[in-house]
């Protein structure tokens, strides 16, 4: 029996096992120390939820404080990658995506193609995204969708602590500028997770349930909630087919497209608003690639198009839950 | 001390300014013929900044530069044949033919490219002056901004994160008193943009843009100070631009005789070649010949850009990523 | 205190380019922000104010200085403050250069206005003294870095100047006359307030002097030991105050016995010193040096090409200027400052 840990351990193990690999890994965020400049502590928080905590004194110097100041840091690390750094810059929560943008998408996505294939920005953006927090709507999106419309960028979305680790490491390797991002609610999770350093390659979904009757696209955390309504509809009859894309860029097409010739049913389950969304991204796929095989419409899940409320009798209308997908499940299964 | 200039210095450095002048003109004067593709901002006018700057700096150390980024490439030692067929649309671009007049980058001269985003390069010059710091090398980072990116946050961000981190970064701000057509009397609060300095904990100082020879002490002094762990430094190097913000800007917004007036009395190459062969380091005849050089070397250029290949179908989709 | 509509106007010159040179890196002198010029000009109009000054001719600058003025004018009209004396900004062209300063000088002496405030550091009191004839100078620091202008609160100057244009106390009480040093190099004519300073480095470059080496010779037309700057390695030599009817000059390099100068605010370095000497008024000297850069007041002003002569003189009828001290004690033991509506102690 292999060891468990959580999800968050899993990402500092990743983080540490690279560090002490590769001298160029950096980790710069706000307080992903915690405490600089201060006069107690100066690893106080190591992340403001603990994620990082540990690694300033393992890796003196390469754990860097920073001034609350996305645009300048993000970017710093995107310049430090292009002369060879492989700087984990961590943005707290995703939605700072507003104060950072262009350094991500104007900048580091672009530089390899616009400067004619001489340049390598070898960076990873960490962050936290999603609902269920009661964080309200400036601290709890899924903007996955935002960063994988943009050519140049890779995006991963880890589900359980076994990926979180090996797509990591695979990230702090990648040559390329890499989005990471971290469901705040599987930070908890607990899971089997080899000691030693791996790595999970990039635009290879895993199949987490074998199944003939329905494929589940689930992204992040709603990969959860798709393994809750499998085992639900296993009861009834149902044998559903559960796909993790694990990074939305690059995307496994193959493996989602053999899936629904199998079973001739799509549901896809996102956490995000649904216009422009990886449901609407992989519900286009299917319909154009596998729409001879299709026995019935192909269903999203997702959040409403509306920002995530805070009270928690809303929050959690909100979210989608496994009774969504059971009941979609079921009305695929009945379509005639 | 900022080294003093050899013979052979002040050539390059006449040979620079020319380059970059012979090179403007020329795209101004073919831009006017509908060749061109896209927006080209010229960097004539303001030759002696770039250079000035440049010839204090080596290939391992980096800038960041501007959309109006033709002086400081050819300053920092990217080759402007390969400019000329980038600006051109050429597959033997810089960037073959897929980054343009706004993007030529060569980074293995330390440029990090021209940028099309205002206030975009100072965020990445922290990158750079840190990934110096962390391995203790002694090179510096410049970025070069204009009057309009003064007032972007990420040019505010960037230095007070210099600051902080003690980075080895020089923010070079090329004021030429117009972001596009609004001056930089109304943009720009505090009026003179060395003034932001104090507020970033960090030294700034006012340089005359005209003046090859204040510009290289003035950034040689920074740049040095930098070096030696002295941490980052506001220039502000006041300068102007003879031609619009883009090729085809009538710059009505500008006085009458305004421009004329600046190249009859304070032209770099002019005030540079009046002094050096009035002191007799140079001959008159000498900054003939590199005269005659550089025009050749851009007629040449020019000639090879007409005739290039574009990039191909096959080109389209490469080099997006590394690998996907 | 009198309110007289026949007090005389003031002029004020503010040096948009002051404060802001090389000398922040080099050493560690004061940035000197535009607002802050803006903010010393407030204050002395406020003290031009409480002394009857009704009306002030200003240079006007491309660099804010006047901008700011105007939003401050205009402020205060919203707000009901005392009245400020009217700024009247001279009708002129701008080239962004010294000549600015040079020309407002001019309009201003045409003008008759009874002094002349200026803000700025050496060079700026150098160009204003080329043009001012005979029209007193308030002089003011804008930074630690000058030796010729006071380093002063501005409302003090402003209330000196307020009182002498208003008549309160005599030019002989108020005034000082000081010494000046002409340089011909050629057909070239220049003058100096401090010093002048022959440098080895072949180019005015970014014009402040702080390598030592590069210090060739240097004459004083005055060297105190308190002053900063390159008067500073002549008064450690050979001291001599403002009001002595000499100068001094030393000879740098060589053999010489080194001497510990404050050279520039934070820079206090060894300066090797062959000989020294004083310069007697008009009395011509010849630079010894005919090739480099020759600093006038502290900034590389001229490039000597090795074929030209150069003389210079040390001359004692130079500018007059306002001794604010002096002049503040004689309006004080005059009752000028004695308020009339809260009677006298």
């Not at chain 2, 007799?280 to 040449?300: C, F, N, P, R, Y």
């Not at chain 3, 310069?279 to 090409?305: C, F, H, N, T």
């Amino acid at each position: 029996m292999a060891r468990k840990i959580t999800y968050q351990q899993a990402i500092n193990e990743a983080l540490d096992q690279e560090m002490s690999r590769d001298q160029n890994v950096i980790v710069m965020g706000e307080d992903v120390a915690g405490g600089a400049g201060s006069p107690g502590e100066q690893d106080a928080w190591g992340g403001v939820l603990g994620v990082t905590r540990g690694l300033y004194h393992k890796h003196p110097g390469r754990v860097i404080d920073t001034p609350i100041s996305e645009s300048g840091y993000v970017g710093a690390a995107i310049g430090a990658a292009c002369c060879g750094m492989r700087p984990v810059a961590e943005l707290m929560f995703v939605d700072f995506l507003g104060v950072c943008f262009d350094q991500i998408f104007n900048q580091a996505a672009k530089f390899r193609y616009m400067f004619g294939g001489k340049a390598e920005t070898p960076v990873v953006i960490r962050a936290m995204y999603g609902a269920g927090f009661r964080a309200a709507a400036q601290h709890s999106q899924c903007l996955y969708n935002i960063f994988t419309h943009i050519p140049g960028l890779k995006v991963v979305v880890p589900s359980n602590p076994y990926d979180v680790k090996g797509l990591l490491i695979q990230s702090i390797r990648d040559n390329d500028p890499v989005i990471f991002l971290e469901h705040k609610a599987l930070y908890t999770m607990e899971g089997e997770v080899p000691e030693e350093s791996y790595a999970i390659p990039f635009g290879e979904a895993a199949v987490v349930r074998e199944g003939h009757d329905v494929t589940i696209v689930a992204i992040g955390r709603m990969v959860l909630k798709a393994q809750e309504a499998a085992a639900e509809l296993q009861k009834q009859g149902i044998h559903c087919e559960i796909i993790d894309p694990r990074t939305t860029s690059p995307l496994d097409t193959d493996t989602i497209l053999e899936s629904v010739e199998k079973t001739g049913r799509l549901i896809v389950v996102d956490e995000s608003h649904p216009r422009c969304s990886m449901a609407s991204d992989i519900a286009g796929l299917a319909a154009e690639r596998a729409f001879s095989s299709l026995k019935a419409p192909i269903r999203q899940i997702t959040g409403p198009h509306s920002p995530v409320p805070f009270s928690d009798a809303l929050e959690e209308l909100y979210i989608p839950s496994a009774a969504h997908i059971v009941a979609a499940a079921k009305s695929l299964k009945e379509f005639r | 001390m900022t080294k003093a200039l050899t013979r052979d210095d002040l050539l390059k450095a006449y040979r620079t300014m020319r380059t970059i002048r012979e090179f403007e003109e020329r795209l101004h004067t073919d831009f006017a013929t509908g060749e061109i593709p896209g927006f080209v901002h010229l960097y004539a006018g303001e030759e002696a900044s770039a250079t000035g700057v440049c010839m204090n700096l080596t290939a391992e150390d980096h800038i960041a530069s501007t959309h109006r980024g033709h002086g400081h490439c050819i300053a920092k030692g990217v080759d402007p044949v390969g400019m000329m067929a980038e600006i051109w649309g050429r597959k033997t671009g810089t960037c073959k033919g897929k980054g343009g007049s706004m993007h030529i980058a060569d980074l293995s001269v330390g440029m990090l490219g021209a940028n099309g985003i205002v206030g975009g390069g100072g965020p990445l010059v922290c990158g750079t002056a840190l990934a110096a710091k962390l391995r203790g090398q002694p090179y510096v980072s410049v970025c070069f901004f204009g009057d309009g990116a003064s007032n972007q946050g990420t040019i505010f961000e960037a230095m007070n994160l210099a600051s902080v981190w003690n980075l080895p970064v020089i923010f070079l701000a090329e004021n030429n008193g117009y972001a596009e057509a609004t001056s930089s009397k109304f943009s720009v609060a505090c009026d003179n943009i060395a003034d932001r300095a104090s507020a970033f904990g960090m030294p700034g100082i006012t340089v005359d843009g005209f003046d090859f020879f204040a510009v290289y002490e003035a950034a040689g002094a920074a740049i040095e100070r930098a070096r030696k762990g002295g941490g980052p430094s506001l220039v502000e190097v006041k300068l102007s631009r003879y031609y619009g913000h883009f090729e085809g800007d009538q710059q009505t917004y500008r006085a009458p005789g305004e421009v004329q007036n600046i190249r009859d009395t304070k032209d770099c190459l002019l005030q540079f070649a009046r002094r050096v062969t009035a002191n007799g380091q140079i001959s008159q005849a000498e900054l003939d010949a590199i005269d005659a050089e550089v025009k050749a070397l851009i007629d040449g250029s020019v000639a090879k850009a007409k005739s290039d290949p574009k990039p191909s179908e096959a080109d389209l989709l490469t080099d997006v990523y590394v690998s996907y | 205190m009198k309110h007289s509509s026949s007090t005389a106007a003031l002029g004020i010159i503010a040096n948009p380019a002051s404060g802001r040179d090389i000398r922040r890196l080099t050493s560690r002198a004061l940035v000197f922000p535009t607002v802050e010029k803006v903010n010393m000009i407030e204050r002395l109009l406020g003290a031009f104010a409480a002394t009857g000054v009704q009306r002030v001719l200003m240079m006007p600058d491309l660099v804010g200085i006047a901008a700011g003025l105007l939003r401050a004018v205009e402020g205060r009209r919203g707000q009901g403050e005392a009245a400020w004396p009217e700024v009247e900004f001279l009708d002129m062209p701008l080239t962004d250069s010294a000549l600015d300063t040079q020309r407002a000088v001019e309009r201003m002496r045409a003008a008759g206005v009874a002094a002349i405030v200026v803000l700025g550091g050496d060079g700026t009191h150098r160009i204003v003294a080329g043009a001012c004839g005979e029209t007193p100078l308030a002089t003011l620091s804008s930074g630690t870095n000058n030796a010729f202008p006071d380093l002063r609160e501005a409302t003090l100057t402003g209330l000196a100047a307020g009182l002498f244009a208003a008549g309160a106390v005599t030019p002989d009480e108020a005034l000082v006359r000081n010494k000046r040093l002409r340089l011909q190099v050629g057909e070239r004519e220049e003058l100096a307030l401090v010093e002048v300073c022959v440098t080895h480095l072949e180019h005015v470059g970014a014009r402040a002097v702080w390598d030592p080496s590069s210090i060739a010779e240097v004459y004083a037309a005055f060297a105190e030991p308190d002053a900063i700057g390159l008067s500073s390695i002549v008064a450690g030599v050979s001291p001599v105050g403002r009001r002595q009817p000499q100068g001094a000059w030393v000879h740098c390099g060589g053999e010489g016995h080194g001497m510990l100068a404050p050279i520039a605010p934070g820079l206090v370095v060894p300066v090797p010193i062959s000989a020294s000497g004083l310069l007697q008024p008009d009395q011509p000297v010849a630079l010894r040096s005919l090739r480099g850069s020759v600093a006038l007041d502290g900034e590389r002003e001229i490039e000597l090409d090795g074929r030209q002569t150069a003389t210079l003189t040390l001359e004692l009828d130079g500018p007059l200027s306002l001794d604010v001290p002096a002049t503040l004690d004689a309006a004080i033991r005059r009752g000028a400052l004695h308020h009339p509506a809260m009677g006298r102690p």
